[in-house]
C-alpha cells in the first residue's frame, strides 16, 4: 500500500510538471514557427490545463475503468467550481468579465446539461461514438468560436490577453532567457512523456488503494484523482486572485470546465464506449447546479464577493462529505 501511495504521489507531480512542460515547449517551438500568440494562448494553453485529466481519463478509459474517467471529469468540474472558485473568491472579491457572463457561463451550464442528457437520456449509462463525435465537434467548435470572438478585439489587446494567457502556465513571471527550438522541442517531449506515464501511474496505483480500502472507482475519480490532477488550476487561479488578475482566475477554471466536458469526456468515449454508473447521476447533477449558481451571481452581482467564496467552499466540504458517507 506504501509503494502504491508513493507511486499514486509521484504519477501525480508528473501529471501537473509534464503539462507544464509541454505547453511551455510547446508554445516556444509555436512561436518559433510564426503561429500568432493568439492562436497559441486559446489552444494550447486551454487545452494543456487540462492535460492531467486527459491523461487519466483516455488511460482508465483504456484500461476499462469507466466510473474513474467519467468520474476524474465530473469530479474536477466541481472541484474548480466550487473550492477553486471558492478559495479565490475568499482572497480577492473576483469581478466577473461581460464576455465570460454573456458568453463562457451559459456554454458551460449549457454542456453540463447535455453531458446529463447524453448520459442518461439519449443513450442511459453510456457515452457511445456518436455523443463522442458530437463532443468532439463542440471542442473544434468552440476554439473556432474562441478565436473568432477574440479576434473582433484590436490586434494588440487581442495578443495582450494572448499573452496573459501564456503567463497562465508558471508562477514566477521573472523575466526568463528565450530558449532555443532544439530545448523547446525536448521540453515539449517530456513534458507529454510525462503526462502519459504519470497519467498510467496514477490509474494503475489508484485502482490498487481503491482495492485495498474497498473504495469505488468512482469515489476515487471524484475525490483523489480529481483534486489531483486539478492542481494546475488551482495554482493559476490562486496566484490570478492574489495579483487580482479577475479573468485569469475564473476565465482558467471556467474554460478547464468546458474543455473537461467535450474534449476529454469526448476523446475518451471515442477510445472505447463509457458505461456510466446510474450513482453518478446525483454528481452531474451537482456539477450542473455548481455553474449554475455562478451564472446566477454573475447576474445579480458584478463580482464573485468574499461571502460568494465562503458559500461555495462550505458547499464542496458539505458535498465531499456525502459522497464520504455514500461510499
Do not use: Q
Not at 480577492?92 to 463562457?104: A, H
Not at 475525490?223 to 492542481?231: D, K, M, W
Amino acid at each position: 500500500m506504501f509503494i502504491n501511495i508513493l507511486l499514486l504521489v509521484i504519477g501525480l507531480v508528473l501529471l501537473v510538471k509534464g503539462a507544464d512542460f509541454f505547453v511551455d515547449g510547446s508554445s516556444k517551438i509555436a512561436k518559433a514557427l510564426k503561429i500568432p500568440p493568439l492562436i497559441i494562448g486559446l489552444t494550447l494553453v486551454s487545452l494543456g490545463t487540462s492535460a492531467p485529466e486527459a491523461s487519466v481519463s483516455i488511460n482508465s478509459s483504456i484500461s476499462g475503468m469507466n466510473d474513474m474517467s467519467i468520474g476524474n471529469v465530473v469530479g474536477s468540474n466541481i472541484f474548480n467550481t466550487l473550492l477553486i472558485l471558492g478559495i479565490s473568491a475568499l482572497i480577492c472579491p473576483l469581478v466577473i468579465g461581460k464576455d465570460i457572463k454573456k458568453y463562457d457561463l451559459p456554454i458551460v451550464v449549457g454542456l453540463s446539461l447535455i453531458l446529463l442528457i447524453f448520459s442518461f437520456v439519449i443513450s442511459p449509462y453510456e457515452l457511445d461514438i456518436f455523443e463522442s463525435i458530437s463532443l468532439l465537434i463542440l471542442t473544434i467548435s468552440y476554439i473556432l468560436f474562441l478565436i473568432a470572438r477574440t479576434t473582433k478585439l484590436s490586434k494588440r489587446k487581442a495578443n495582450k490577453m494572448a499573452k496573459e494567457l501564456l503567463n497562465e502556465t508558471t508562477i514566477n513571471n521573472k523575466k526568463k532567457k528565450e530558449k532555443p527550438l532544439w530545448l523547446s522541442i525536448i521540453l515539449a517531449v517530456i513534458g507529454l512523456t510525462g503526462v502519459i506515464f504519470g497519467g498510467n501511474l496514477v490509474v494503475n496505483n489508484v485502482s490498487s488503494i481503491a482495492k485495498a480500502l474497498g473504495m469505488s472507482e468512482a469515489l476515487v475519480g471524484l475525490t483523489i484523482v480529481a483534486v489531483g490532477t486539478s492542481l494546475p488550476e488551482l495554482v493559476t487561479s490562486v496566484v490570478a486572485s492574489v495579483k487580482k488578475e479577475n479573468e485569469i482566475a475564473i476565465g482558467n477554471v471556467i474554460g478547464s470546465n468546458i474543455f473537461n466536458i467535450i474534449f476529454i469526456l469526448g476523446l475518451s468515449s471515442t477510445i472505447s464506449t463509457l458505461s456510466i454508473s446510474p450513482n453518478i447521476v446525483i454528481d452531474m447533477i451537482i456539477m450542473l447546479l455548481s455553474v449554475l449558481i455562478i451564472l446566477l451571481i454573475s447576474l445579480f452581482s458584478k463580482k464573485l464577493n468574499r461571502y460568494h467564496g465562503a458559500l461555495l467552499l462550505g458547499i464542496y466540504i458539505i458535498y465531499f462529505i456525502y459522497i464520504i458517507i455514500r461510499n
